[in-house]
Every structure is written in C-alpha cells, then in structure tokens.
C-alpha cells in the first residue's frame, strides 16, 4: 500500500485529506510542521507529500528546497496545498522551488482528489513544464515571500493577541461572576429558612447548612459523619431506599416524604424533605439534594385536631346513649314511684320497688357522667372565685386521699373569677385527687395552684382547643407513677382505665374533660413514666355578676285544670307523663311527634295553657313546633323536656324555669309542669 504523508498545522485539513486519501488506497502519516515532516520522511520516504506553506518551526517553502536537495525524497511528488494567499507570485516561487502542483484552498473534494490523481499520473495541464528561474531571482523572489509571509503572520498574531487579550477579559469576567455566583449560593445555602443537606450516593452527609443543625441537635462535624440512615427513625425510611434507587436510574426525579429524624439527646422532630439528583456532564450521578422543613409544630395540631375531632364523635356517642337510657330511666322512676305510693303494697314487692329505685338512681348518675363527658349535661353555671372553691373543696379531697399524700396549694392572690357550676368544679377536683391517689400507692404530693394567665394568639394556635385572651390556669399536679404517651392519648376517652377490673368506671377524667369544655376552657394533659402527671386546666375570666333578687316561694300546690299540649316520641316517657299530668286534673292532649302536635292543636278548639314537649324528635323538632305554635298562641307556654341539652335552644333560654332534665319523676314532672304555669312570662 501506498504512503501518502499530510503536512498541516490545522487538524481540519488534516483531517480532511487523511479521508480522501485513505478512500483512495493509501495509508496516511501526518505531521504539523516541515521538521516533523523530514523527520517521518527520512525515517520511511513516502510516496506522495501534500504540505501547506505557513506553518511554526520550518514553513512550507523551507520544507520544499530540502525535500528536492534530499536525494531519498525527491521522487515522491510534492503538492503545495494553500488557502493563505492569492498572490501569483506564491505560485510561481513554489514552482520554481520543485513543486508538483500548487492547489488553493478551500477545494471540494472531488476537485482536489482530481488534482492529485493528475499529479500522480503526470497529466496536469496546467504544468506543461516547470519554469526555470536563475538563482538570484528565485533567492530574492523567495526573500520576497518569506518577509510577505511574516508580515501577515505578524498581522495575524496581532489579530490573535487582541482576540486571546479579549477572551482573557471576558474569562475573568465569567470567573468573577463565577465567584459572585458561588458567594451567593454559599449565603443561600448557609443561610437558608429549612435545612438543605448534599447526600452522597453512598447515604452520607457531604455537605449540610446551620438549619439542619438547628433541626436536629446534632453540630455540622457530627453531621458529616452520619447517614441519612442514622437520623431516620426506622419504621419512617422504609421508601427511601426504593426512592434511591428510582432516581439513580432515571425513572424518578422526586422523592417527597414526610418522616421523622432522631434529634441530638434523644426526642424526635417531624420533618417534610424533597429530595432531588444533582447530575455531572455524561449524566454520571454526584449526588443527592435535598431540603428539610421541620413541620413537628403542624403535626402536633393535626394531631391535636384527630383527638378532638375523635372526642367529639365519642362524645356524640356517649350523649345519643345517656339521652336514649334517661327515657328508659324515666319510665322505671314513673313506675317504682307509682308502686311505692300505693299504701297496701306488700313488704316484699316494696323492697324490691326501692332496690329498684335505688339501682335507677346510680345508673342516672352514670348517664350523668356520659352527659358530662359530652358536653350535654345541663350546667348551673355561677360567676365564682376560684380560690374560694378550692379551699372549700380542700378539706373533702384531704379525706379522699391518703394519711402518707400531702395535698398542697398555692393560688395566687389576685385571681380573677371565672363562671362555672360551682358543683362540676368539685367534680372535677375529686377525680384529680382520686386518679392522683391511685398513681401513688406509695405516697407523695399532690399540688393544686392558681394563676391569671393570658393565652396569646400564637400560644392558641398550638392548642386547637384553645381561645385567646385573659383565663386562669387551674394546675394539678402529682409525684406518682405518670403515664405513657399511648396511655395519654386515650386518657379522656369514656371508660378507658389502667385499673382493674371491678375499680373504676373509666369515666372520671372524661367528665373532667366536658365539664371545662363546656364551661367554655380547656385542659392539657403532660406526665412521663415515674415522673408524674400534670393537669392544667384554662377556664376564660369572667365579668363579674350582678347579684340576683331570691326567688319567690313556689307554690306548693300541684294539681291544675288546664290543657297541656303533650309531645314526645318515646312511648313509655309520654305514656309516664300522660298519667302523671292527669292524675294531677290536668286535660292532656298526647302526640308522639311535632307534625302530629301541630295538626292536634289546629284541631282543638279550646286554649291551650302549656306545652310539655321534647326537644329533638324526628321531622320537626320542638323548637321548631313552639315557632308554629306562638304565632298562633302567643301567651302559650312551654316546658322543654331531655335527656341531653346540646340544643341551641336550651342554650338560649332559662333553664331553671322552662327545661326538665331526664329521668324525673311523676311528681317532679307536675310540680315543674305547676312551677312553669304559675310563672311570669
């Protein structure tokens, strides 16, 4: 095979002619200068040379004199291939010098490949013959070239410098801007209102900022030596690796998840992270971004809002049962008082009236309990001073307890008065103490205080059950066995107890709970095992209020000739009161719903004095019957009846006169039946 050499300071043409020589059967060597070119020449003459003119070290020219003194090389063709100058003296001098054929660049392909093959075959037309010029005028032509040749070289190096000087300055420019662009990003990263942290492909820390270190404890040094690993609690990174994974692949570009990282001397923070891959040239991955906000303070409320979003259904739940089971207490009362007054009841059946009624009597105050919790139960509400109560409380709860617990109290001078029934506030102390007894089968203290405090907007946030503005903080507080964080999330549900069997209702600290809130306030709960439990109790201050005329002396009087409008859905309680009311003279008028009663008292032509009715009944409730009926009987009164009282209406009327509450006794009924007709409007 055929040896071509190319001579070329530019790799373009080099390239170039390698690829049209060696597609035409050569093999190609190449040089980018004329020493290099005599070197690989001397070394293994080649067939055919193609040589530009101005090159560093040995110009083409200079190349050309020494190939045609070189006995060796002088019978392989020599092809001037030039785009630098037009001039036809560069022509002629290259000629003259030996050159087989002078070819101008740029030329097509096929043109130049033909120019070489014409050289080969010695055809070229445009070269009949070589000429010849004498020594001195080919050595001043050549001088001529060579100094025309540097002056352009010169100009071209000027040009260069100012083009190199004008990319140096704009290299620095983009090196400051760089630098510019690092600080900034630096301060971004440094400075920055969540964590950001660079994790390596291997789940350790390269690179993390002072808010990362702010979330969990740990300093930056520590920090570097970890693993997302290690500050993930387990249970919570079960998708991180499959994440990974995805994204090291290409098949995912996000992982965004919500976990929990361990902090620094123990505890936990809730952190949402957006992770994402940082990707080098080629697509080799670098590493991992990712950017953590800490949301333990969202967390807390929603967990806040599930609990009372759980209490209240229970709570729904336990009044729908206490309202249902006073009306069956309503009817066995009505039947063992009817029983008992009979005067010649055997002494077996009166035993077992009053074992009866006995049994009734503690399952009313159950169902009271459930109302409590619910927020159902029919308060008395009274503007009091906290400190007196507890100090009037102070002495029962002392025999409560036992002889080796000692009860402590601190309240603050200057407390301001809040409202509450006075008898749902002892309530509520009692089964503090006796929950705070039980925690101490060993003794200890059990500590009540009193303070004014102000729950700000910000502290309420934290507490969804929580209003803003001035309240006091009732705290109890023991020294006993505390509880665990499973066992205080459970802590006010109904019957939930640690006790055995046979030694608690579970119902104590639920009461607790709807009591304060529904005298408007709240309570939180903190303790840890064998360190105690605290209650704090936040009631709203109260206006103080304006002291109220005694009651006039009640009729003693029961019975009555006047027509009662009787409404209730519950067969047994209105069957209970129908008898009652007229075994007592009243006239009665029954209906079992509020349709039916407004269709009765449309029918019936004679006034009618009271209305004894239900408050929620199926269809139209008895608010809303009262409504229908007061537009047509202004004067007419009413007396509202039920097992519960979360009803707008009840919290809007006078409940001392216009409500009895479920279960009552036949009695009990006619005599408020009397007390609301003989009343002032």
Known sequence: MKRALIVDDNEANRYLLRALLQGSGYSVVEAENGNEALAKARDRPPDLVISDLLMPELDGYSLLRHWKEDDRLRRAPFIVYTATYTDPRDERLALALGADAYIVKPAEPELLLQRIVEVLSRGDPRLPGKPKLEEAVLLKEYNEVLVRKLEKKALELERTNRELSAEISERNHAEEQLRESEERFRATFEQAAVGIAHVGVDRRFLRVNDKLCEITGFSRDELLGMTFVDLTLAEDG???DGAREAMLAGSRQLYAAEKRYRRKGGGVVWVNIVTTLARSHGDRSRYFITVVVDITERKTLEEQFRQA???????RLAGGVAHDFNNLLTVIFGCTDRLLLESDLDPRTRDSAETINEAGERAAALTAKLLGF??????????????EAINATAMLLRRLIREDITLVTSLAADLSPVRI??????????NLAVNARD???RGGQLNITTTNVNIDPAEAALHADCEPGPHVLVRVSDTGC????ETLSHIFEPFFTTKEAGKGTGLGLAMVFGIVRQSGGCVHVTSQPDRGSRFEIYLPVAAPEATAP?????SQTVR????????EDEDGVRELALRALQAHGYRVLAAANGEEALVVARGHGEPISLVLTDVVMPKVSGPEMMAHLRARFPAIKVLYMSGYADDAVLRHTSLEASHIQKPFTPLGLVRKAREVLDGDD
């Open 238 to 240: 079960t998708g991180d």
């Open 309 to 315: 979003q759980k209490m209240e259904a229970i709570g």
């Open 374 to 387: 619910s927020r159902q139960a029919v308060l008395q509400p009274k503007v009091i001073d906290l400190n």
């Open 421 to 430: 029934d006075p008898v749902q506030l002892d309530q509520v102390l009692m």
């Open 439 to 441: 925690a101490m089968p």
């Open 482 to 485: 505390g509880m665990s964080a």
């Open 550 to 554: 005694p009651p006039e002396p009640a």
């Open 560 to 567: 009555g000739t006047e027509t009662v409008l009787l409404v």
